[in-house]
């Protein structure tokens, strides 16, 4: 596909739970970043990976959140022991890398749709 | 996005034009992207800019003034489709480096008949 690809579209877990949210950035880009987006409110970053940099992983709300990517492909977001707080939409979105080229956008994934019950 | 502020919500008629507008303050301020998001997706590019003035882009323009620290987003002959939430980004390299993109709140525009 030439888009950004998330799964599931879709998950609902119990809380006290671990879930794992998969993004599959756009062939090429070098720069991938997880957000979280909770109903009617802004985006909120959460962690970004760029090449092979070590992550900025200032955004993750706590020691629950981690996150990976293999191989300067696909990530991985995992979240241990969920809460009912951590419902939310969380998104992926991937670009060039930003210092060469600073005019270029960030493409979204469609998202993850976390429900905790 | 608490450096970013953009009203929380618009109405407009079909047909009319309608001003998004975003104020921001940054360190290092390195580009303004304004994305639309319909209910329920992922948000889309529509504009960049970094340099003052005016970009056209069909019924879409977007404005930058640096020195005021202020973008709008102008949409004219306004269909229905265009009902969404308008979000505003800046890239602040003062920031740490990851959260140099930073977005706003997003505006709600709703568009009647």
């Known amino acids: 596909g030439a888009g950004v690809s998330q799964s599931p579209s879709n998950k609902v877990t119990e809380k006290g739970k671990d879930v794992e949210l998969r993004c599959d950035p756009i062939?090429?880009?070098?720069?991938l970043y997880w957000y979280r987006q909770s109903l009617g409110q802004g985006l909120e970053f959460l962690i970004y990976f760029q090449g092979n940099s070590a992550p900025d992983k200032s955004g993750l709300p706590s020691d629950r959140f981690s996150a990976e990517r293999t191989g300067g492909s696909v990530s991985t977001l995992t979240i241990q022991r969920t809460q009912q707080e951590d419902s939310a939409v969380y998104l992926c979105?991937?670009?060039?890398?930003?210092?060469?080229?600073?005019?270029?956008?960030?493409?979204f994934g469609p998202g993850t749709r976390l429900l905790v019950l | 996005g608490q450096n970013i502020d953009q009203p929380t919500e618009m109405t407009a008629t079909e047909g009319a034009i309608v001003q998004i507008n975003c104020t921001y303050q940054t360190s290092g301020f390195n580009g303004l992207f304004w994305y639309q998001q319909h209910a329920g997706e992922a948000p889309t590019f529509l504009s960049y800019n970094v340099l003052d003035g005016l970009e056209e882009k069909g019924r879409f323009s977007s404005f930058l003034s640096r020195s005021k620290g202020y973008s709008y987003l102008l949409l004219k002959e306004l269909q229905m489709k265009d009902s969404a939430s308008y979000l505003c980004a800046v890239r602040d390299i003062g920031r740490n480096y990851g959260q140099n993109f930073v977005f706003g709140p997003g505006t709600r525009l709703s568009v009647l008949p």
């Open positions: 979105a991937s670009s060039k890398n930003p210092l060469a080229e600073p005019k270029e956008t960030q493409y």
């Open positions: 062939s090429g880009h070098t720069a």
